[in-house]
């Protein structure tokens, strides 16, 4: 599976507006939740791929449940659009996470509060995340082009008044490690 996606910084937008918006363009509000990554640091190995990922994500929902998640993201192959294979599965608890630690390997974190909105195949998040403030994501998987994710996203954007923000492909981990924290 491929995901499409870009963030824009909400900074100075007033979200509760943005996402009365959403619903009134015909999103559902899917969930409101907590998710804590933990990155896997592979950077040391003899074969790493550079630009790839392993994530272990921890979900607890409003309702108190909680859910992990073991995803690897390959290498981008686009920089104007984050483009990239990701391949996920479900995990039963957070042992794995203890064993990359007891092998040595270190995890970094990016800690967040996802609303999450869908319509069709485009998913919108609005996240508050740590360290770096409010953003949006807009995502698709596996759209039949770039130029068509594009074209919704464009739409979107200037349904929304987002229009002309800058789009960011960068990943909040990259963010939070470009702003040292």
Do not use: W
């Not at 509000?29 to 392993?54: K, M, P, Q, T, W």
């Not at 449940?65 to 659009?81: E, H």
């Not at 770039?146 to 919704?152: F, R, S, V």
């Amino acid at each position: 599976m491929f995901e499409y996606e870009v963030k824009l910084s909400l900074d100075g937008f007033d979200v509760d507006f943005l996402k009365r918006k959403l619903c009134d363009l015909g999103f559902k509000h899917i969930s409101h939740r907590f998710e804590e990554d933990h990155y896997i640091d592979f950077r040391g190995c003899v074969n790493y791929v550079e630009d790839s990922a392993l994530r272990i994500r921890i979900y607890k929902s409003s309702d108190g449940g909680i859910r992990y998640k073991l995803t690897f993201k390959g290498p981008r192959s686009s920089m104007d659009v984050k483009v990239r294979e990701e391949i996920e599965m479900d995990l039963l608890d957070d042992r794995l996470l203890e064993i990359f630690r007891k092998l040595g390997f270190r995890d970094l974190i990016v800690r967040k509060v996802r609303d999450e909105y869908s319509r069709g195949d485009l998913k919108v998040y609005i996240d508050d995340v740590e360290g770096l403030g409010v953003f949006m994501e807009i995502e698709v998987l596996n759209p039949e082009s770039k130029e068509a994710y594009m074209n919704k996203l464009m739409e979107l954007l200037s349904s929304l008044n987002l229009s002309g923000r800058p789009l960011i492909v960068k990943t909040y981990l990259e963010l939070l490690l470009q702003r040292g924290s």
